[in-house]
């Protein structure tokens, strides 16, 4: 059984860090595409960040970049996003995804989703 287990979310102030990860288990993704989407209160989920299996490609949302990072292990089968100068617009239930996809960007072609890990930035 495939099983995504997100972790690291919390509660920060404003401009602070944190960083989260995805353990993927039940099989290997060292080919595929991992991702985090976030969904805020009474808003739809949205991309934040993508990694290609080899790590080479990376993709971000315009509102986050230069604030994360996004980075993965293959041999831990691990995904990590480091968050830095956190705002308050960032709270979120934050999810790792993960597959075999073409648009990096779109969350329906994603085959195995996290329970989520919620994030929230004080002001």
């Known amino acids: 059984q495939v099983q995504l287990v997100e972790s690291g979310g919390g509660l920060v102030q404003a401009g602070g860090s944190l960083r989260l990860s995805c353990v993927a288990s039940g099989r290997t993704f060292s080919t595929s595409y991992m991702a985090w989407f976030r969904q805020a209160p009474g808003k739809e989920r949205e991309f934040v960040a993508a990694?290609?299996?080899?790590?080479?490609?990376?993709y971000y949302t315009d509102s986050v970049k230069g604030r994360f990072t996004i980075s993965r292990d293959n041999a831990k089968n691990t995904v990590f996003l480091q968050m830095n100068s956190l705002k308050p617009e960032d709270t979120a239930v934050y999810y790792c995804?993960?597959?075999?996809?073409?648009?990096?960007?779109?969350?329906?072609?994603?085959?195995?989703w996290g329970q989520g890990t919620q994030v929230t930035v004080s002001s």
């Open positions: 990694i290609s299996g080899s790590g080479l490609s990376k």
């Open positions: 995804a993960a597959g075999v996809i073409s648009h990096y960007y779109r969350q329906e072609e994603y085959d195995y």
